[in-house]
């Protein structure tokens, strides 16, 4: 699991200056990049931009799965969870893109030497309903040990 930001600026240069007169944000969004390490219908419901609610149980015979004629792209919310240390030093961190689209499924490779993983790359869109594309949240005893009496 890696997040990637995308935050770019572009300079508007004035007349008779050498510096810019102001800089304007052109964007600044991130990604997400997963690898899952084992295929179920749902982790190839994901890959293959499939309704999960069409995808079937673990284990159906003569399962199988195609690929559209035309890409769907399906809006779905994702959670990431991240766990940092233990016991009474556990820190906890979490991602919501309540909005976001798979935008880059990643090349598979179908080796002996190596588990066959799913890489996917996810992409927030702002949400009009949650009011944000991307929240994150700090929690824990040992986030808490931080604060200052």
């Not at 052109?26 to 499939?50: G, R």
Request: aromatic letters at 12%.
């Amino acid at each position: 699991m890696e997040f990637t930001p995308t935050f770019t600026t572009a300079d508007t240069m004035a007349w008779q200056l050498r510096l810019p007169g102001r800089t304007d944000v052109t964007a600044d969004n991130e990604s997400a990049k997963i690898v899952c390490l084992q295929s179920d219908p749902a982790v190839e419901a994901l890959y293959y931009n499939k309704p999960l609610a069409t995808a079937p149980t673990l284990g159906t015979s003569g399962y199988k799965i195609t690929k559209d004629k035309t890409p769907n792209l399906i809006y779905r919310s994702a959670l990431f969870i991240g766990v940092d240390g233990s016991g009474g030093s556990v820190q906890y961190a979490a991602k919501l893109y309540p909005m976001c689209l798979m935008t880059k499924p990643d090349k598979q490779s179908w080796q002996a030497k190596t588990e066959n993983q799913f890489t996917m790359t996810l992409t927030p869109y702002w949400d009009s309903v949650a009011g944000f594309a991307i929240a994150t949240w700090h929690d824990g005893p040992g986030w808490r040990a931080y604060a200052t009496p």
